[in-house]
């Protein structure tokens, strides 16, 4: 595909489910990114890979909060037992290596946890 | 300390005009490099325009241009000839090298809601 895709665009789950939101990156790049973007700010670091290697999860919030990236390609973040405060939009981004690269990021998933 | 800041919450200009959205960063890295993201209504992230911290002239695309000031740390996005199309929130971000504790991780401010009116 030409961009990077992200589904479900929208998901609604009842507090205490699981969610499972997937991240198709442009082929090709090694990076990829997972961001939660709430309402009227910026987005906000949760996860970074570099092929499957997970470099830093600093900003995932707590431990149900978990991602992969097996292939080193698609990727997905998974929210455990999900809480009224992890509605927000999640944006994957992919780019090349090198910190000249810009991000491309996919449309996001927009969660609402009822 | 925040990384990224944005100033100004909301901007708004008359079409056709110019108008400049505010960024100053904080690092002590030597290499990094500076990103504008446009993010319309419709919620996607579009990448705008790049400015490393070694290039000597302010980048341009188009009707974008980053009127950059190493020695004050801003990186301030200038659009020219505003069009209806451009309102949208618009972010700065930055990624350090390794040597800031960065892992070339982008950064985004808290954005600038830009409003174009007829």
């Known amino acids: 595909g030409a961009g990077v895709s992200q589904s479900p665009r929208y998901k609604v789950a009842k507090r205490g489910q699981d969610v499972a939101l997937r991240c198709d990156p442009i082929?090709?790049?090694?990076?990829l990114f997972w961001y939660q973007q709430a309402l009227g700010q910026g987005p906000e670091f949760l996860t970074y890979?570099?092929?499957?290697?997970?470099?830093?999860k600093s900003g995932l919030p707590s431990d149900r909060f978990f991602a992969e990236r097996p292939e080193g390609s698609v990727s997905t973040l998974k929210i455990q037992r999900t809480q009224q405060e992890d509605s927000a939009v999640y944006l994957c981004a992919s780019s090349f290596a090198t910190g000249d690269s810009p991000l491309h990021f996919g449309n996001g998933t927009r969660l609402t946890v009822t | 300390a925040q990384k990224i800041t944005q100033t100004q919450p909301g901007m708004f200009v008359q079409e056709k005009e110019a108008v400049t959205l505010d960024c100053t960063y904080d690092?002590?890295?030597?290499?990094?490099?500076l990103f504008w993201y446009k993010q319309p209504s419709s919620g996607e992230m579009i990448f705008l325009i790049y400015q490393g911290s070694y290039d000597e002239q302010n980048a341009t695309e188009g009707r974008y241009s980053l009127n950059f000031q190493k020695a004050r740390k801003s990186a301030n996005l200038v659009i020219s000839a505003s069009q209806l199309g451009d309102s949208a929130m618009y972010f700065c971000?930055?990624?350090?090298?390794?040597?800031?504790?960065?892992?070339?991780?982008?950064?985004f401010g808290r954005g600038t809601s830009l409003i174009v009116h007829p």
């Open positions: 890979f570099q092929n499957e290697a997970q470099l830093d």
């Open positions: 082929s090709g790049h090694v990076s």
């Open positions: 971000a930055m990624r350090e090298g390794p040597e800031a504790g960065g892992s070339y991780i982008p950064t």
């Open positions: 690092t002590s890295d030597q290499s990094y490099g």
